[in-house]
């Protein structure tokens, strides 16, 4: 099944203590994104890929890193979270980057709390 | 630089009729994408329908038509014959062939009464 897969569904962390959310695709999509949503805000892109080794930063990198050493995966790292990160992550993949005609696949979302 | 604005935060329906779901967008860019995703109270964000700034046609897809206005800069998403399960949050999205960025709106929580 296509699909694209992130992990955890939900994290509950501190201030400052590192972590990663996957995001895996089988789709073979050349590109992938990753946005976060708030409430009233809509979804606002952190970081995208164009493909492997080349990454780019969206409207909110601040406090975030990515990878792209594999076409399939990219993770999201945050090295020292604040409680201002606290929000719903959904991972994304398209063909050609969610241009024309190539909608986004996006992940089950991720939500992470940070105290 | 591009915006998406969806000005109706909430919006009710009666089930079976037709709802129509406001979307404006600001790009100078000559080519560009619209899109509508749907997210059901579960999380996920599903696809819904796609209109191609040159394409002639308003986009169809099942239920789901998208009336484009292009001097309007509209993308309005008609739900027609509205079911309790279209209950969820819609997102109007751009994207332009000139950057890699798909910028979402707001959003619109869409409520379909029994």
């Known amino acids: 099944e296509a699909q694209v897969t992130q992990n955890p569904r939900y994290l509950i962390t501190v201030t400052g203590k590192k972590l990663t959310v996957t995001c895996s695709q089988n789709?073979?999509?050349?590109?992938m994104s990753w946005y976060r949503q708030d409430p009233g805000l809509g979804l606002r892109q952190i970081y995208y890929?164009?493909?492997?080794?080349?990454?780019d930063k969206g409207d909110v990198p601040e406090g975030y890193k990515v990878s792209r050493k594999e076409k399939r995966n990219f993770p999201l790292i945050l090295e020292s979270p604040s409680p201002n990160q606290t929000s719903l992550y959904f991972c994304?993949?398209?063909?050609?980057?969610?241009?024309?005609?190539?909608?986004?696949?996006f992940g089950n979302g991720t939500r992470l709390t940070v105290t | 630089a591009q915006k998406i604005t969806q000005t109706q935060p909430g919006m009710f329906v009666q089930e079976k009729e037709a709802v129509t779901l406001d979307c404006t967008y600001d790009?100078?860019?000559?080519?560009?994408?619209l899109f509508w995703y749907k997210q059901p109270s579960s999380g996920e964000m599903i696809f819904l329908i796609y209109q191609g700034s040159y394409d002639q046609q308003n986009a169809t897809e099942g239920r789901y038509s998208l009336n484009f206005q292009k001097a309007r800069k509209s993308a309005n998403l008609v739900i027609s014959a509205s079911q309790l399960g279209d209950s969820a949050m819609y997102f109007c999205?751009?994207?332009?062939?000139?950057?890699?960025?798909?910028?979402f709106g707001a959003g619109t929580r869409l409520f379909v009464k029994a």
């Open positions: 999205a751009s994207y332009n062939t000139g950057g890699f960025k798909t910028i």
């Open positions: 789709m073979n999509h050349e590109y």
């Open positions: 890929s164009m493909n492997v080794e080349v990454t």
């Open positions: 994304a993949s398209s063909l050609y980057g969610g241009g024309v005609n190539s909608p986004l696949h």
């Open positions: 790009t100078s860019d000559p080519s560009y994408g």
